[in-house]
T-cell receptor, first 116, second 115 residues
Framework: AQKITQTQPGMFVQEKEAVTLDCTYD???????LFWYKQPSSGEMIFLIY??????QNATEGRYSLNFQKARKSANLVISASQLGDSAMYFC?????????????FGKGTMLLVSP | ETGVTQSPTHLIKTRGQQVTLRCSSQ?????VSWYQQALGQGPQFIFQ???????GRGNFPPRFSGLQFPNYSSELNVNALELDDSALYLC??????????????FGQGTRLTVV
């Protein structure tokens, strides 16, 4: 079963508008971390924002915020005031701890295109 | 920039050959993880090194092997290359292990094409 599900293969948004990228996750752990990464065409995975499972407030980093709904197991990324440079692939990931090491499990990603 | 550098950026190899990819981790980071990202997919965990020891491995065959050096830089070696090994290989560095592991910072990746 998929542990990270991103149901939107692609999203379109106009410049200066807000956009929400969906992510749902599946875990039986009580302690976990959720990440969003941006991957431009150059390939590098750029860390955007982190939410810990015990964090009571939604994480925010500049124009990025994470809408964390623990009971629904969702961790949607909200980008406010979209810019042309936001066009990229966006990946949701969950940190899992196995036998003393941690890994990131990624979703399949959402391609965001920002138009003028 | 994250401070994580990978080389080479692009590589073309023939089926059956061997390849070595390199990663220089961010200063102070003692944990290196390698991921394989096939076209149109999210990255898949290959293995992780902490203080020069492999401490975790994903669902990849033994022909995928690695090393971590005292300066925490790392290599990924793939033997007997197959066409399906064509992918973007990403290196990520972080600090610590297990629940104390910090967020990972990625390099720009090495795009491997096997023909």
């Amino acid at each position: 079963a998929q542990k990270i599900t991103q149901t939107q293969p692609g999203m379109f948004v106009q410049e200066k508008e807000a956009v929400t990228l969906d992510c749902t996750y599946d875990t039986s752990d009580q302690s976990y971390g959720l990440f969003w990464y941006k991957q431009p065409s150059s390939g590098e995975m750029i860390f955007l924002i982190y939410q810990g499972s015990y964090d009571e407030q939604n994480a925010t980093e500049g124009r990025y915020s994470l809408n964390f709904q623990k009971a629904r197991k969702s961790a949607n990324l909200v980008i406010s005031a979209s810019q042309l440079g936001d066009s990229a692939m966006y990946f949701c990931a969950m940190r899992e701890v196995n036998s003393g090491y941690s890994t990131l499990t990624f979703g399949k990603g959402t391609m965001l295109l920002v138009s003028p | 920039e994250t401070g994580v550098t990978q080389s080479p950026t692009h590589l073309i190899k023939t089926r059956g050959q061997q390849v070595t990819l390199r990663c220089s981790s961010q200063s102070g980071h003692n944990t290196v993880s390698w991921y394989q990202q096939a076209l149109g997919q999210g990255p898949q965990f290959i293995f992780q090194y902490y203080r020069e020891e492999e401490n975790g491995r994903g669902n990849f065959p033994p022909r995928f092997s690695g090393l971590q050096f005292p300066n925490y830089s790392s290599e990924l070696n793939v033997n007997a290359l197959e066409l399906d090994d064509s992918a973007l290989y990403l290196c990520a560095s972080s600090i610590g292990q297990g629940r104390l592991n910090t967020e990972a910072f990625f390099g720009q990746g090495t795009r491997l094409t096997v023909v």
